[in-house]
């Protein structure tokens, strides 16, 4: 394929990173401490930053900085003495992910040789909007979410072909136009637009009815059901049966959200797009869906599904929810360590408490889950026992097949 998009995955940590790395991903996108969208995730000091880069690189991967929070006049001169850390390291990030015009322009003036990208905070819906951010020097926009694929084709048809597009394909979405909201602000005083949002349209409310005091004819419906109210809470973004539409749309880089995800989140995530990605790649005419990825994808912590705004107006089809909370993912037992091809034995680093004779799965890059059951656990003695109850204690079970380091055991 000419044009195969690049797989984009959250990194909120290193453990995080190196899961969306090792499992497939082309890149990442990750913060340092401040000025980040999610600043309660782990995120990455300067050191750490620095030995991110190193990893990546030295992996042909690329990573992403996001500085996409919309500071204030007082914000500016940290912001100034972050970007002047960032111009002095020799390994400097691929691009940086802007949604304010200021820093879009500080940036241009203080880290020139690195690409500029377009925050979703910032909104592009049409071609115009993409221009004018490319005529200032962007090479990437990362459209609106709210965006159809029939407007983003008609978008790439009319915007020259050295201007990336990048677009959500899985994970949580906002229930505000492009993540920019004032309720988090509003109800416990934390900026959702400068990376402190709390969710409060996670949140449970007691409404009856929404009606305006001047347009008393003109009312909010609410649907009520037996599990609740929900009138703000989006369902999560799912598109791993729209591949070939996704790529034909002309999208350079498919977007996973979730920096605040765990590392199993993020391996599944990488993995099955990965798969998806490289089977239509490798013969579109011959591509067929394969109905496992979307049970990888179920295994992980999420809400109820949709396509996103893909296919659905979001006038018309809000996507919220019709039941509260997440839906549980498998357990994250151990990661494999190492394997003894002539003893045929794993040795696994816990995770989740797991006991002998569990019936478990081995995921690895490029498979769906590989079932088996966990036999002649041992200590790292030699001697038996019958679970490894403790986080990262390290004990060796019976495997017939290859595994591999970094190889994710899970419950079933």
């Not at 798969?275 to 869906?289: N, Q, W």
Request: net charge negative; glycine share 6%.
């Amino acid at each position: 394929m000419k044009n195969k998009p690049e797989l984009l995955l959250p990194a909120g940590n290193f453990e995080k990173m190196k899961a969306a790395l090792r499992f497939g991903a082309d890149a990442v996108y990750l913060a340092g401490k401040s000025f980040g969208m999610r600043a309660a995730a782990g995120n990455f000091d300067k050191e750490a930053l620095s030995q991110a880069l190193g990893y990546a690189h030295a992996l042909g991967k690329k990573v992403y900085l996001t500085v996409n929070i919309t500071p204030h006049v007082d914000e500016y001169p940290a912001l100034e003495a972050y970007f002047a850390d960032l111009a002095e390291d020799a390994e400097k990030p691929d691009g940086l992910i802007i949604a304010d015009p200021g820093v879009f322009m500080l940036a241009k003036k203080m880290l020139p040789d690195v690409e500029r990208h377009i925050s979703t905070q910032a909104g592009a819906v049409s071609d115009r909007d993409c221009m004018f951010w490319y005529e200032m020097g962007a090479s990437r926009i990362v459209l609106a979410r709210e965006l159809s694929l029939a407007e983003i084709k008609e978008i790439r048809g009319k915007i020259p072909a050295d201007l990336e597009l990048e677009a959500f394909i899985h994970g949580s979405m906002c229930v505000s136009f492009s993540g920019r909201c004032l309720l988090s602000e509003h109800f416990v005083d934390r900026d959702g637009n400068r990376g402190f949002c709390a969710q409060p349209c996670r949140w449970e409310y007691n409404l009856y009815e929404l009606v305006e005091a001047k347009r008393p004819e003109m009312h909010l419906p609410i649907e009520q059901t037996d599990r609740g109210t929900f009138i703000m809470s989006s369902k999560d973004m799912c598109t791993i049966e729209h591949i070939p539409e996704l790529v034909e749309s002309g999208i350079s880089s498919f977007k996973i959200e979730g920096r605040m995800k765990s590392a199993y989140y993020a391996a599944v995530t990488a993995n099955t797009y990965r798969m998806a990605i490289d089977r239509y790649a490798a013969s579109p005419d011959r591509y067929v869906y394969d109905p496992a990825w979307k049970r990888e994808l179920e295994s992980v912590t999420h809400r109820e599904y949709c396509s996103g705004y893909y296919f659905d107006d979001p006038m018309k089809n809000g996507q919220l929810v019709t039941v509260g909370g997440y839906l549980s993912e498998k357990a994250y037992l151990a990661t494999v360590i190492s394997y003894d091809r002539d003893k045929k034995r794993a040795v696994l680093m816990q995770k989740n408490k797991i006991r002998e004779g569990d019936n478990c799965e081995l995921l690895t890059p490029g498979s769906v889950g590989i079932p088996f059951i966990a036999t002649d656990m041992r200590d790292e003695s030699g001697e038996k026992i019958d679970a490894a109850p403790h986080p990262y204690q390290l004990f060796s079970i019976a495997a017939d097949f290859e595994m591999k380091e970094g190889d994710i055991v899970r419950s079933v």
